[in-house]
């Protein structure tokens, strides 16, 4: 039994962001355009770690700690139309571009498990929860049908890429493209809308993180010296196809 208390700090992280960008109206106003590419310099990001030891002393059961242990840089681009198409058909869509990987970092889990990265050098792996491609676009039409009321229709989909769960990049979460759509009829003063989200019963989970939860063990034991550890994957569900009325 190890009777000292284990204490361990890790130092702030520190990110420099460039960015340029151009904005136009075009068509007499009826366009507006925005482009914009940035580049990240991203350092000491802080990574949860599992150490059996620290300075050569055995922990007993392993211990997760932050540290920092990685360096990054990320570079893209994004771009934003909207356009009037007519006086009562708008259009916007969007999309953004994403190169985010770890330039140097290190994952000192895996001198455990080495199987996956034998020294625990995850330098060039994707960063975690970034999609490389993400999009989104809507269109909507609005109609007078008296001089007090319009009837408005919108339709929205938006699209993510798969992402990496953790640094290691042994888990993901799927691609996923969600479509919504909305009727109504307002003014003024009152607004009465029908509405259905996730039309398409998309069904891709929304985030995931890998935890620890002793009662995967047999009979809620934990793990004996050489067993492997009673990790687990906790996952976000996303909310299925959902539909209703709204007043107000």
Do not use: C
Request: aromatic share 12%.
């Amino acid at each position: 039994m190890l009777n000292q208390t284990v204490v361990a700090s890790f130092d702030p992280e520190v990110n420099w962001t460039y960015e340029a960008g151009y904005k136009s109206s075009l068509f007499g106003g009826r366009v507006l355009a925005d482009v914009a590419i940035f580049y990240i310099d991203w350092t000491d990001i802080v990574i949860p770690q599992t150490f059996e030891e620290i300075d050569g002393v055995p922990l007993g059961l392993p211990v997760a700690l932050s540290t920092n242990a990685g360096d990054a840089t990320v570079k893209g681009t994004e771009v934003s139309l909207q356009a009037a198409l007519t006086d009562e058909l708008t259009l916007q869509v969007g999309g953004s571009w994403s190169d985010a990987n770890y330039e140097e970092a290190k994952i000192t889990t895996f001198a455990t498990w080495p199987s996956f990265y034998p020294d625990g050098d995850v330098s060039g792996n994707a960063l975690l929860r970034q999609s490389e491609w993400q999009g989104n676009a809507s269109l909507t039409w609005r109609h007078p049908v008296t001089p007090v009321w319009a009837f408005y229709t919108r339709g929205d989909a938006l699209y993510q890429s798969e992402q990496f769960v953790g640094a290691d990049n042994e888990s993901e979460i799927p691609a996923r493209t969600t479509v919504n759509l909305r009727l109504g009829l307002d003014s003024d003063t009152f607004q009465v809308e029908l509405w259905t989200e996730n039309l398409f019963d998309e069904d891709a989970p929304t985030g995931a993180f890998r935890d620890v939860y002793f009662n995967n063990t047999p009979n809620g034991t934990t793990s004996a010296p050489g067993d492997f550890f009673a990790w687990r994957m906790s996952v976000s569900q996303p909310r299925r196809t959902t539909y209703g009325v709204t007043a107000s």
